[in-house]
């Protein structure tokens, strides 16, 4: 399984200067560059997704959304639908971020909603859990981390689970500059496979890809990524600036 590097350009690229700006320095960037053992995944906001994949999908670099609807069409104002994200050339959509849960209340059962949809209609999903300072300090992580995954795969069975990707992003690190020790990283990491085979049998898990988010720069990659054997990351600001998240995935594909 190749490693991942997810890029969440999240509400940015204002114009479509803006956006040919990016993609310049994107080619630039790549130019050259052989990833054989990781695939970056650049999730632009929708507007943008058509031409990301016009210009940028190819071997190498696929394109996700940040977040759709359940629902496939019809009178839901403001919204995409999974058929619009997969009639633009897009493969991945993150599901759960926390800024979806923070300002539009998203819940683990609209996580579970989406997740199932995307399931169905052929997009991987990247399913974001983790938990707040205040579930920190009160050391309810491993509680948060059981809940979260428990009821966003209600109804989905072993033969699906393996198309998920798990990103443990703690919310205290996403956009702070502190990033949680290599320690716990892996600690999250093993209590998400063990919480995976207890529900659906080992067997079904082993190719199931959990990634870290949240404040990953190059200087972090080897502490969030590298040492507790992660299976790539979810990159926000730093994938803005097409040279860093470059050498972010140049880092992960030495691993
Ligand atoms: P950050 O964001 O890398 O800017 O912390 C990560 C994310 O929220 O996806």
Redesign the pocket.
């Known amino acids: 399984m190749k490693k991942l590097i997810v890029g969440?350009l999240?509400m940015n690229l204002l114009s479509p200067s803006e956006r040919e700006r990016y993609f310049k320095s994107f080619k630039n960037e790549l130019k050259g560059k052989v990833f054989k053992k990781a695939e970056i995944v650049l999730c632009p906001p929708s507007i943008h997704l058509e031409s990301f994949v016009e210009n940028l999908k190819n071997k190498t670099v696929k394109i996700g959304a940040q977040d759709m609807f359940w629902e496939s069409e019809g009178s839901y104002t403001g919204e995409v639908s999974p058929e619009m994200v997969k009639a633009s050339g897009a493969e991945f959509i993150i599901i759960g971020?926390?800024?979806r849960r923070k300002y539009f209340g998203e819940t683990n059962e609209t996580v579970n909603l989406k997740i199932k949809v995307a399931l169905k209609k052929g997009l991987t999903p990247i399913v974001c859990i983790g938990e707040t300072k205040e579930e920190k300090d009160m050391e309810i992580t491993m509680d948060v981390i059981i809940q979260q995954i428990q009821d966003g795969l209600r109804d989905i069975n072993r033969t699906q689970v393996g198309r998920i990707i798990f990103v443990y992003?703690p919310i205290w690190?996403?956009?702070?500059d502190i990033v949680p020790s290599s320690n716990e990283i892996m600690g999250a990491r093993l209590l998400i496979k063990k919480i995976l085979t207890e529900k659906y049998g080992s067997k079904y898990i082993e190719k199931i890809r959990i990634i870290y988010?949240?404040?990953?720069k190059p200087k972090s990659v080897n502490q969030v990524c590298v040492e507790p054997g992660m299976d790539g990351v979810?990159?926000?600001?730093?994938s803005l600036v097409p040279l860093e998240l470059i050498k972010i995935a140049e880092l992960v594909n030495k691993q």
């Open positions: 969440n999240k971020h926390s800024e992003e690190a996403v956009g702070s988010g949240g404040s990953v979810l990159v926000g600001r730093e």
